[in-house]
């Protein structure tokens, strides 16, 4: 029988857990800056951001400098660990791991890069580096699906990638990402540049009077949605202050790369569109989310916006830049706004939509980066001159991203309507030689896909649901006789699998069982339409709900083929 003394119980020396190290928490002061003196560098939406200067810093996140953030942001560990797991391109180390190589290889395997030997590249390289000094890995869609196969060495990419270009800039250690030439603000300002935002903000330019402009052109969302613009505003504007504006430039969707062109050349005709958008609002600040995989237009946007701070345009920290980590779900504008506010990706039940309930909980007006472009040249040019634009009864303008088999890749500014066939013929220079049309994506992975004896569809919004597919962001990919159905059904299904942010099972579990069953040699084709239908209705946002598409497209509309192949039965 126990004493008295043995029952008493025992108390623990020291703190549960591992301990904070004093030394990285100073180091860590280094590279961010001080919170006891600028409190700012504590709250939530700096977290990701925080992420990053330490991930550049070091190559990966090591667990005693998480740890050191747990204690410098005042956030539970369990918050900071899940933020930082969550997004691709933060590398997590724990104590007992060994940190990563130096050099990180990320091979593109989208279905461009597919189309162009990525799976041949990244074998090569993976056989031919030492794994010690550098690691491969794949990576989903960089956009840059006109130049393919792309490999990223650190941040800087090599586009027509060759293993002998790859192994050259580990060689010569080109890790940094590459300067590019963009439209200055002296000489965007001398041939008319920012008119317009000085026009509304003295009064010349009534908002009534824009917002009606945008409609009579027909402006909408050019992200993918397509709800128009001036509905937007009008639906921000009716909710009580304060208010911001958002400008997703987070398209992750394969085959797309628009909104890299247009920033890249023109960034302060996107800049004015933006601070438009958001007197337009009324907004209290204007942040832009910028993906991960655009390192040099970090670079461009930094520069710009420091222009116009340096010119009086903006005041310091109206506009505010932020970095993605790879997270394609982040290009659900919720997701984004759960993103920008230091949190995992994952999006939100709606209603409340983002225009009632927001950023910070505020209404909040979300536009596309080609949008808000297109604000500042409609105004200028008219909207009639916009809108006369269209093909097949449409009208405006449509930035085509194409890749695939074309012989001119890119993208193209293209009627409104046009159809696949014009498309290729009139701005992609036909066909690649050898290769005879079989199938298109119109609107990127989720769009479906359509044969060859539906090329003739125009292309654009409220034209192809008829047919099971969606414009979307007009990332148009384009498949030969020479490519495998089967193949890029499932590339495209294994994108939705790692992208699925976990949220709802019918999304988490039903694009894993999908692969897996596209990845057999007889497609069970009755489970395939009954798990779509799942997915389709009751997943929470349009990742899970338009997963399926690609596989939808191919039992509608390419029976003859499937059958050919042996992967459903003939009749």
Known sequence: MKTDEQKVKRRRSGLRGRQLEPSVLSALRHLIGDERTDSSLRHRDRLIEHLHVLQDAEGYLSMPRLRALSSFMNLPMAAIYETATFYAHFDVVHDEQSPPPAITLRVCDSLSCQLAGAGALHEALADGTDPSQVRVVHAPCMGRCDTPPVVAVGQHHVCNATAQAVGAAVEQKQVQPDDIHWQKLADYRSAGGY????????????????????????????GGAGFPTYRKWQAVRAEPGPRYAVINADEGEPGTFKDRYYLEREPHVFLEGALVSAWAVEAKALYIYLRDEYPCLHRV?????????????????????????????????????????GKPGKPRHRPPFVA???????????????????????HAQGADWFASQGRHGRKGLRSFS????????????????????????EY??????????????????????????????????????????????????????????????????GFFADESCGQCTPCRMGTEKMLTLLERNTWDEQTL???????????????????????????????????????????
Not at 195 to 222: F, I, N, P, W
Not at 312 to 338: D, H, K, M, N, T
């Open 195 to 222: 008119q317009l935002l000085k026009d509304c903000r003295d009064g010349r330019v009534a908002v009534e009077s824009l917002a009606e402009e945008l409609e009579q052109a027909g402006l909408r969302g050019l």
């Open 402 to 425: 194409v890749s695939g088999r074309v012989a001119r890749p890119g993208v193209h500014l293209a009627p409104a309507g046009i159809t696949l066939n014009e498309l290729i013929e």
């Open 356 to 378: 009632q309930k927001g950023l910070f909980n505020q209404p909040t007006l979300v536009n596309n980066v080609e949008t808000v472009y297109w604000i500042p040249r409609i």
């Open 301 to 341: 946007l930094q520069e710009a916006i420091a222009e116009l701070e340096s010119a009086g345009i903006v005041e310091r920290g109206f506009v505010i830049l932020r970095r993605g980590a790879g997270a394609y779900i982040c290009g659900e504008e919720s997701a984004l706004i759960e993103s920008l506010e």
């Open 529 to 571: 339409q009954q798990l779509a239908r799942v997915m389709a209705d009751a997943s929470i946002c349009g990742l899970g709900q338009a997963a399926p598409n690609p596989v939808l497209s191919l039992l509608r509309d390419f029976r003859s083929e499937l059958a050919s192949s042996n992967l459903i039965a003939k009749g």
């Open 428 to 493: 992609c220079g036909g066909m690649a030689e050898g290769h005879r049309l079989l199938a298109y994506l119109p609107g990127g992975a989720s769009g479906g896909i359509l044969p060859a004896n539906k090329a003739d569809i125009p292309l654009d919004f409220d034209t192809l649901q008829e047919h099971g597919c969606f414009i979307g962001s007009a990332a148009v990919i384009v498949l030969s006789d020479q490519d495998d159905l089967q193949a890029a059904a499932a590339n495209l299904l």
